[in-house]
């Protein structure tokens, strides 16, 4: 902890407060249909011409969801067609072959929920060709489907006794157009100027200066890299992703891509309290949000740093690199685990046990602490209706958030959100527990194979795709349970949110008065992270102590496997 | 029904013990589905133990029936209250007989036979046989069998006064009635069927928090469910195959302390305890529903009179014109009201003592001719003739208008320091009496509505609940403004209407709000059904009460408030049991995890694994351990029976305020208190060598 590493967590944070108000109002103009950009406003123009779309016309929330269901279907089935033909499509200078149906299945599932859980490596892999219309397009369209989803479910709550949600097509094509391509544009920019690869020429063999012949992979890299990190997504242009120096070569790039995880979702916390008319609003869900991400980082910081009896080393070095160091590693892996990003800067298999444990906690919190762009805000917005809901009914009242009563509809939705992305954590590392074909991936023996195997469903469930990478996850029995339960965490969220926003939407809005539960307080925020808490992580008490708690323990004793 | 049983009652908790064994028939559990996994746990306990005898088991599954023992007894006390109530009811219904009228000839039928529309008879010593309306004759009606209050009240036909409730008796007179009530659905059948909570519905919070429990413990589940697997992994990888003590009971344990038990087994308790607090102030709701509303009342619509001032205006001050001392109009005033039996005559003759010491003369004052109100002339007063050398006296008092066209028909004038006087009594609310001698106007006498004592007060502990009140009354807005202003309330509506009330309350509800009102008039009724809670008065009209959803049984129109405090007592113990228990399950987690995986990768010879750190309380034993808190998660129930029945303390004060203190107390006070009853129980287990 030195005098460096405090300066630049104060810029962090700085910088984040900073932007905060700057991106959410500029997403509530363009998600209210008021800011436009002067020449992809004649794009936007275009798209809902050639596509037939009437932006203005309204979607009840069957409509909205049948609007993203078959938006994310086809998208999967394009992803998946275009990895498996990739070897007959042009920009594939490495000649690299179809990928197997599992593989393309379980990758496409993921890059379309904003998971990108990736059990390939990029460069082995794919052709720059899937890389940039498969992969890198749907980087955009998860993103900008999550906004959409948000913005439905803030409409619900904001609009009073209204039967629709807005337009699907057109919240999906003003958030990629005016938000995430132009911020994205900007930051492959400035990522390029720092060194990141943007080419299409084949890899280049070069001789090191040890005389040695090596292979360097090159390709499109500093666009995808950009979407990659605004977008939440974090699949890795290259295998060792944001470690890997074509990805994130210096300190100032490294800076920029653990910012720019957190730059749109912790803006769309404005957002909303922008659109509900009420900045506090947003202010109280940014403040329980950086609470929750400040915590982890300060359990995860120190204990990275302490001494570890078992292996005889402080600061642990092991699986980072020496550009980064601990700090930077640490930092980068708490905000992609609070976010659905999971790009990562280092193995997380080689932190030390509570590190690895305050990752996994900050999944299993279900990714609310800042969270996925738009998944984020939605997710924390149906634990604000569900600790408005326990600790409201103490006021006396019939719960309300925003004015708009809380019952039973509500409530059913809400606790699918909860119960379902358990269900599946819990219920998939069970089942990898007791069968060969689960435990056989596990490369370390003791409870940090249990550990791997728990931090991959919790990665996929919570559509994070980061992994300990200890565990071998190309095998046909996780490829197949990755794809099923990355689309029952992704829809196990989405789901419910338009459903209960479709719900909130018909209500009435209560004014607020002196008996009305204050929702913009610090009270509220400090119930809110008390709810994620115990309701988000208690279930996964017991799981826990089996890993990283026990191999934390041993560790103190000095005991390894 | 005034309060009869106290929460230690004897007779009350021998029935509620023998009903908390009856209770646990499996059709009465399936209904509270918590409760129902742990009846299932302790049925597979029970078989386990039986299998597998040993003391641990033996206490394990005692101490599962116990919570389910618990729970049913926090119901049956709440219901035990209510059906020694019905019990009475129900006695005074069976044996009634009603002399019906068919074709101009009465007929003795069983009260249980007549439907709406029949008409019956009765008269004095006979029970009223079912709800229904005057529609004939007048009569004296004692009430006392659902009111409790033994003074007669007047039924008539016509008018706000006509509704009769079955089950009362006629006293004096005779009247004819209507039935209005269908057999079995008279008001002293759904009195019956509340106050035992037979026919309780689940009100729309407690479903809502129903599916939240479930959810939570289908949570619990299988985060027990999925143990079994994690630890056969982490066995195999400590290579200390079967060291986990996963067995029946253990795992029962672990699942019945982390589900909701302690809300799951007081919900039914804490709803059937808010109906019998409303009982106990003798309203009776037609829903459990309309309770909850209650608690969400954004706006109360308040008459005036009665509620907000006392029934009748008060003489408050006289005004003499110029030329006139204030004890001359004094005189004049308390003599012409002398023989005045209206409230307002009385109170003149009073301040006329209370001021100037004017004794209150003999009525029957020799001579004195009595001039009574009547709607031709508008004033009352008093005649004396000459007499003894006296000359002759001739008092009015009436309104202003009225009393100058007497004095100008005399050829007096009204004098301008009177026209002044009128206008501004009226402008501070108050109504003008003007008395005159003759031709010769004497001065003003004030009348002025007062304004109940404490109001103010309660009206400021209503705002800072977030409630606004509204007053309606009749009168021309200055002088609703004026007792407004005095009494504190937010708004007014004057000169109102039935056909205002109405529009009023549809449009508060357009904004969103919820509206409560009480009403007891025929005119009422299309408001009382359109209020979120219409509180309809007893004495009011059948109509009336019928159409509101709670009908007060004391005719008193400031129970509203009450009523709202109850509804919002009734949600702040639902939520902050729910919040309580919710709490509770992190130091449970801390109990029983390290009972469970204390050995797991301990090094060979020792028991002592690395997990022994998160026993945090240092229990004795990993028996103690689960033992302590499953007998913690039993009593836990008991002890917050009485806050249940009771209500959580209630405070008139805003919600953050509210808020603050619930979530002190339930939340953080939930968090912590665990850790120390565990570590108690475990404590005394050791002592008492139980483990």
């Known amino acids: 902890m030195n005098q460096r590493d405090l300066i630049q967590l104060a810029l962090f944070l700085g910088a984040l407060l900073a932007v905060t108000p700057l991106l959410g109002k500029w997403m509530a103009g363009v998600l209210s249909g008021e800011k436009t950009l002067p020449l992809l406003k004649w794009v936007e123009g275009l798209i809902y011409r050639v596509s037939g779309i009437d932006p203005q016309r309204e979607m009840s929330w069957q409509r909205y969801l049948g609007a993203v269901l078959a938006f994310n279907v086809l998208g999967i089935l394009l992803v998946l067609v275009a990895e498996m033909t990739q070897a007959w499509l042009p920009f594939n200078p490495q000649h690299l072959p179809n990928l197997p149906f599992p593989l393309a299945l379980g990758t496409a599932v993921s890059f379309v929920t904003n998971t990108n859980w990736q059990a390939y490596s990029g460069e082995q892999t794919m052709s720059y060709g899937t890389q940039m219309w498969a992969l890198c397009v749907q980087n955009f369209l998860s993103a900008a489907t999550g906004i959409a989803v948000a913005v439905a479910l803030i409409r619900g709550l904001t609009r009073r006794s209204s039967q629709t949600l807005g337009n699907f097509w057109a919240d999906v094509t003003r958030s990629t157009l005016y938000i995430l391509l132009p911020l994205s544009a900007i930051f492959a920019v400035v990522l390029a100027g720092q060194g990141v690869v943007q080419t299409l020429a084949p890899y280049a063999d070069v001789t090191t200066v040890e005389g040695a012949q090596q292979t360097l992979p090159l390709g499109p890299a500093a666009s995808q890299i950009a979407i990659k990190q605004l977008g939440t997504n974090g699949g890795g242009f290259f295998g060792q992703n944001s470690a890997h120096p074509f990805e994130n070569p210096t300190p100032l790039t490294n800076f920029l891509e653990i910012f720019a995880i957190f730059a749109i979702p912790a803006g769309l916390t404005y957002t909303f309290g922008l659109m509900s008319g009420n900045r506090r609003q947003g202010w109280a869900l940014f403040g329980a949000m950086l609470v929750l991400f400040v915590a982890g980082f300060a359990i995860a910081w120190p204990a990275e740093l302490a001494h570890n009896p078992a292996t005889g080393l402080t600061a642990s070095m092991e699986g980072k690199e020496a550009r980064f160091g601990v700090m930077n590693s640490v930092l980068f892996a708490t905000v992609t685990t609070d976010t659905s990003c999971g790009a990562v800067n280092a193995m997380h298999d080689s932190f030390s046990p509570i590190a690895g444990m305050v990752a996994m906690v900050n999944m299993m919190l279900g990714e609310v602490v800042f969270g996925g762009v738009g998944s984020g805000l939605y997710g924390i917005l149906i634990f604000a209706i569900l600790t408005v809901f326990i600790a409201g009914l103490m006021v006396g009242r019939t719960p309300e958030y925003l004015g708009k009563k809380i019952e039973a509809r509500e409530i059913t939705w809400s606790v699918v959100t909860v119960l379902v992305p358990a269900v599946a954590i819990l219920g998939a590392t069970a089942v990898a527990c007791v069968t060969k074909a689960g435990v056989s991936s596990v490369a370390n023996p003791g409870p940090h194979g249990f550990s791997e195997i728990l931090y991959a469903f919790t990665s996929m469930v919570a559509n994070n795709g980061s992994a300990f990478a200890g565990l071998n996850a190309n095998t046909d029995f996780y490829n197949y349970l990755s794809a099923l339960v990355i689309a029952v965490g992704r829809f196990a969220g989405i789901i419910p949110v338009l459903a209960i926003a479709g719900s909130l939407g018909a209500k009435k809005i209560a004014p607020p008065s002196a008996g009305t539960f204050p929702t913009d307080s610090p009270t509220f925020a400090v119930l809110l992270i008390g709810v994620i808490l115990i309701v988000g992580a208690l279930t996964f008490f017991p799981a826990l102590s089996l890993g990283p708690v026990v191999e934390h323990l041993l560790a103190q004793a000095g005991r390894t496997f | ?691």
């Open chain 2, 1 to 691: 029904m005034k309060p009869k049983t106290s929460l230690l009652d004897p007779a009350l908790l021998r029935q509620a013990a023998l009903d908390s064994f009856l209770k646990l028939d499996p059709r009465v559990q399936w209904k509270n589905p918590v409760m129902f996994v742990v009846y299932i746990g302790a049925i597979l306990t029970a078989l386990a133990t039986v299998r597998a005898f040993s003391g641990f088991n033996l206490q394990i599954t005692l101490w599962l029936w116990f919570t389910l023992l618990f729970a049913n007894f926090a119901e049956a006390m709440a219901e035990g209250r209510g059906k020694a109530q019905a019990a009475t009811l129900r006695g005074m219904r069976t044996k009634t007989h009603a002399r019906k009228l068919v074709g101009g000839r009465e007929e003795s039928v069983a009260a249980g036979e007549l439907a709406a529309g029949d008409t019956v008879v009765c008269e004095a010593g006979d029970i009223i046989p079912a709800d229904g309306e005057v529609i004939e004759g007048i009569a004296s009606v004692n009430e006392s069998a659902i009111t409790g209050e033994s003074a007669p009240v007047i039924r008539e036909s016509g008018g706000d006064r006509s509704a009769v409730t079955g089950g009362t008796q006629v006293i004096s007179d005779r009247v004819v009635i209507r039935i209005t009530s269908e057999p079995g659905n008279t008001f002293l059948d759904r009195m019956i069927s509340m106050v035992e909570g037979a026919q309780r519905q689940k009100t729309p919070n407690e479903i809502a928090l129903g599916i939240l429990l479930v959810s939570l413990t289908a949570l619990f589940i299988l985060a027990v469910a999925t143990l079994p697997a994690f630890t056969s992994y982490s066995e195999s990888a400590a290579g200390q195959s079967g060291v986990v003590n996963l067995s029946i009971p253990v795992l029962v344990s672990l699942l019945v302390c982390l589900i909701p038990t302690t809300i799951g087994g007081l919900l039914s308790a804490i709803g059937i305890s808010g109906i019998d607090r409303l009982v106990r102030r003798n309203v009776l709701a037609t829903s459990g529903r309309a309770v909850e509303a209650a608690g969400d009342i954004d706006v109360l619509l308040l008459d005036k009179t009665g509620t907000i001032t006392l029934g009748n205006r008060m003489a408050s001050d006289f005004i003499p014109v110029e030329g006139i001392t204030q004890a001359l109009l004094a005189d004049a005033a308390q003599l012409s009201s002398l023989a005045d039996e209206t409230p307002e005559g009385r109170s003149i003759v009073v301040l006329a003592k209370e001021k100037y010491g004017l004794r209150g003369r003999e009525v029957a004052e020799p001579h004195a001719v009595f001039v009574p109100f009547t709607a031709q002339s508008r004033m009352s007063g008093v005649d004396f003739p000459a007499r003894d050398g006296a000359p002759a006296r001739s008092i009015r008092k009436g309104a202003a208008q009225s009393v100058q066209d007497y004095v100008e028909s005399l050829g007096g004038c009204f004098p301008k320091s009177a026209a002044k006087a009128v206008e501004d009594i009226s402008h501070r609310g108050g109504t003008p009496l003007v008395v005159a001698e003759g031709a010769q106007v004497l001065g003003v006498i004030e009348l002025k509505d007062v304004v109940k004592g404490g109001i103010k007060e309660r009206f400021m502990h209503l705002r800072k609940m977030g409630i606004r009140t509204v007053m309606v009354t009749g009168d021309n807005p200055l002088t609703a403004a004026a007792i407004a202003a005095e009494a504190g309330v937010d708004d007014f509506m004057a000169q109102a209407t039935p056909e205002d009330k109405l529009r009023r309350i549809r449009q508060e509800q357009t904004e969103g709000r919820l509206v409560a009102m009480t009403g007891d008039g025929t005119n009422d009724a299309p408001a009382l059904a359109q209020a979120d809670v219409g509180v309809a008065m007893n004495t009011g009209t059948q109509a009336a009460r019928e159409a509101g959803n709670m009908v007060d049984l004391d005719s008193n129109p400031t129970k509203l408030i009450e009523i709202v405090e109850i509804g919002k007592q009734l949600l702040m113990t639902r939520g902050a049991l729910t919040t309580f228990s919710i709490a509770n399950d992190v130091a449970k987690y801390f109990a029983i995890l390290p009972a469970l995986f204390g050995s797991l990768y301990a090094v060979a010879g020792s028991t002592q694994g690395p997990l022994q750190a998160l026993n945090v309380m240092h229990l004795h034993s990993p028996e103690s351990a689960i033992l302590s808190a499953v007998i913690f998660n039993a009593l836990i129930i008991v002890a917050l029976i009485p806050l249940s029945l009771k209500g959580i303390a209630y405070r008139a004060v805003g919600a953050a305020q509210v808020l603050r203190r619930n979530v002190l107390i339930y939340g953080v006070g939930g968090l912590l208190a665990p850790f120390a009853g565990i570590k108690l129980v475990d404590l005394l287990l050791v002592a008492v060598h139980l483990v």
